[in-house]
DNA sequence: TTTTTTGTTCTTTATTTGGAGAACTAACCG
DNA sequence: CGGTTAGTTCTCCAAATAAAGAACAAAAAA
């Protein structure tokens, strides 16, 4: 079993995944992954250790690992999947995260191109907002190399 | 009536929000700002064109408005409120949803300190991914300054 | 060959949600 | 005063979601 802090922490991740439209379970197994020290499960173990169906885990995991989150690997001799999330990966999951923001100018572009010009700082606030959001776009890979020496 | 054009763009607009976590009317009614030539709508208009009940639109709008996406403004001798995006206040906006990814570091950190050393890789990349969520909050105002700069 | 492990898929069910519609309210209007 | 405007609030209902549970399947073990 795992102790207070860590359950706490699982649910209160498992909210926060929630909040940004993730389903319950999802964002539950995303915390379990988090706090185990193993940092990784099998199907089984999460199972017991979040109280829940296992088609609801197979459901949740098949998701999770569509979107990339988590992946799994084997054991020699063994069939069990041990899951872990692809935290190598934070790099390419933050920058797609950081464009998303920015494809809201995809939409703001056809809206400008909809539009006439009986509001023209209305449209101006628009212009503004989709030169931002390339300006954005562009400097995520500059913002990742400054980061990374930085850090060195 | 809205041309076919403006009908899609409001619906492509509150997917897009629906996605991110709004109730459908809310994203429909931020679309519908976004389209209509005013740029601002009353109650009864949005009740109209988008063909919903007033307990509906009396609902979203209040928590557009909580939420600071819109703002209503009134007309001398008129009762009616004509409510609008607030869009001249974009550059919060946007600041505070690039602040909102950083705050995973919130939990992250407090898996942290839950986790013993069993894997120290796994760490590491946890606090890579901290690192660069606190670098970012850091770096949010100068990217506007810069953002500022490039456009004047 | 039968049983066990490791899941998946299908059907059912409880809960949540989003919105409809009617009743209500407060301000103004004639 | 009664009616109209501009919303709000309450009760109800339909649809969507999330998960339970049982049946199923494929591979390995006994």
Redesign the interface.
């Known amino acids: 079993m795992l102790n207070e802090?860590?359950l706490e922490?699982i649910e209160?991740?498992g909210v926060?995944h929630e909040?940004?439209?993730m389903q319950p379970l999802m964002g539950r197994i995303f915390g379990l992954l988090?706090?185990l020290?193993?940092?990784e499960a099998t199907f089984d173990e999460i199972v017991d250790y979040l109280n829940v169906s296992k088609s609801a885990v197979s459901n949740a995991l098949n998701i999770l690992q569509l979107q990339g989150h988590i992946a799994y690997k084997t054991k020699p001799g063994e069939r069990k999947r041990y899951f872990f999330l692809t935290?190598?990966k934070?790099?390419e999951a933050?920058e797609k995260?950081?464009c998303d923001?920015s494809q809201?100018s995809s939409?703001m572009k056809?809206?400008l191109k909809?539009?006439?010009n009986?509001?023209p700082e209305?449209n101006h606030?628009?212009q503004?907002?989709c030169?931002?959001m390339e300006?954005?776009k562009n400097?995520v890979p500059a913002?990742f190399k400054e980061?990374r020496k930085?850090?060195s």
């Open positions: 802090n860590k922490l209160r991740i926060f909040q940004r439209g988090l706090v020290e193993e940092a935290m190598d934070w790099e933050m995260e950081l923001i809201v939409f056809d809206v909809e539009r006439g009986e509001k209305f606030h628009l503004d907002l030169n931002f300006f954005l400097k913002l980061f930085s850090q």
